[in-house]
């Protein structure tokens, strides 16, 4: 690669993917297939099998909740196996889920899909964490972590696109299996292509190791390896771990919450609705890499106690939304223009939240307990995600002035938390060291060959 094209690499944000491509593309077909089914989710079991919405919505419910210890399991499992063989069981279970979704017939066929797909889902997230960790060295982590997430924008947003025009020649039972079938093959493909995935030994070994000292190596790793007990007296990392609570919170109220309270509360077109979240997904897609690029210079806890104040002021702007139709007389355009504020403001935030939380992790763990940490860390989402349908309806029932207010508090908690922590987490994680490099424009020398020289993934033969 020449200086040049480094050069344009470094300023998009981009990571180097040389030889890591199939990476790329696992998450784009994964990401395409998941937007595929996911606008039809809940509605399938009611197409195909004539299954009641009320009904449907306790399987997959009760999935959910049943899949909820697997984080802590898969933690132990990647710090055991390595990452590559989790996150590709990962995978295929969820093509099993989706496969079976083919068949559903009664109440207890779709409890047993949706169970897989939980079970599969949950260990995904677990494990990405640690997967990415594997595929680049440490001054590449946040770029990796930020591609990853502009390429799932772009792929939800494509399958949903599609899944949205493809709608009107649904009215069958065999279009929606269609897309079930889709699904189920773009997790198939995924998996093939996280195999190809060179990774990183999880304990490097040197090339010309004798086997007694590789034996070593691997005793030294099973000694260090435990329990949760060492990650529960980490205070400053459950005090991390307890701000991700509050960020899921902020993230799941617009994708739950903002919905109802446009089209109920506001009373605003369902076009409305569709046009934040493109608005949303476009920008993601498009800007994530250079957003992080430009972020990459500042202390990590600042940057996110940032965020956490872009949360909280997207919600103080939809606060004062919501009283427009009192103070105007429903001037609509003053409610639209709220909105794609509000939206904007939120965007931003997620631009600058996404990459460095689980890139924070992923350097605050020990190399022997990273799958661990990465699978707790991940449990602070899945306890926000279980928690946030009823206590975030809870508050819309009772007015716009008690739910937006209380997310605003709840996003300056965070800020002042994050503030905190800022001296009591690792140097290292924190400020990365190839922070500087991004400062004075050098980290074409000082990070990416760094990430490429010191961190190359190795192929099949290593350690992992």
Known sequence: MSATQRRARIALGMPDVRGRRSLVAAILIDSLGSGLFLPFAVVYPSAVAHIPLGVTGTMLSL???????????AGLVVDHLGARVPIVAANLVQAVGFAGYLAIAHPWHLFACALCVAIGNQAYWAVNGAFLSAVAGPAERTRWFALQGACRSAGLGAGTAAAG?????????????????????????????????PVMPVMPVAADAR???????????????????????????????????????CVLSFALILPPFALG??????????????????????????????????????????????????????????????????????????????????????????????????????????????????????????????LLTSL?????????????????????????????????????????????GRLGDAGSDAGSSDARP???GAVE
């Open 165 to 197: 025009l493809a709608a009107a020649t649904l009215a069958s039972g065999q279009g929606y299996r269609l897309l079930a079938a889709l699904n189920a093959i773009s997790f198939v493909a995924a998996a093939a292509l996280s195999v190809r995935v």
């Open 396 to 440: 819309l029932a009772r007015g716009a002035l008690a739910l937006w207010p209380a997310l605003a508090v709840v996003a300056l908690l965070a800020a002042l938390a994050l503030l905190r922590l800022d001296a009591l987490l690792p140097a290292h994680a924190v400020h990365p060291p190839n922070a500087s490099a991004m400062r004075s």
């Open 265 to 390: 509360t506001l009373r605003q077109p369902p076009w409305m609705v569709g046009m934040l979240f493109a608005i949303n997904t476009a920008v993601v897609a498009t800007t994530q890499t250079v957003v992080t690029a430009w972020i990459g210079r500042f202390r990590r806890t600042r940057a996110l106690a940032c965020a956490a104040g872009l949360f909280g002021l997207a919600f103080v702007a939809l606060a004062l939304v919501s009283r427009l139709p009192e103070a105007y007389g429903e001037p609509r355009s003053w409610v639209i223009a709220g909105l794609i504020a509000a939206m904007g403001i939120y965007t931003l935030a997620e631009l600058v939240m996404a990459p460095l939380k689980n890139a924070l992790v992923a350097d605050v763990a020990p190399e022997t307990s990273r799958g661990r940490y990465l699978a707790f860390y991940h449990l602070s989402w899945s306890a926000a995600s279980t928690a946030a349908p009823a």
């Open 211 to 249: 086997p007694d000292q590789v034996a070593r190596a691997g005793s030294r790793r099973w000694a260090a390896l435990g329990g949760y007990r060492p990650i529960l007296r980490d205070g400053p990392f459950l005090g991390f771990t307890a701000t991700n609570v509050a960020f899921s919170l």
């Open 63 to 73: 999935a959910t909740l049943f899949a909820l210890p697997i984080p802590l399991l």
């Open 458 to 460: 190795c192929d099949g």
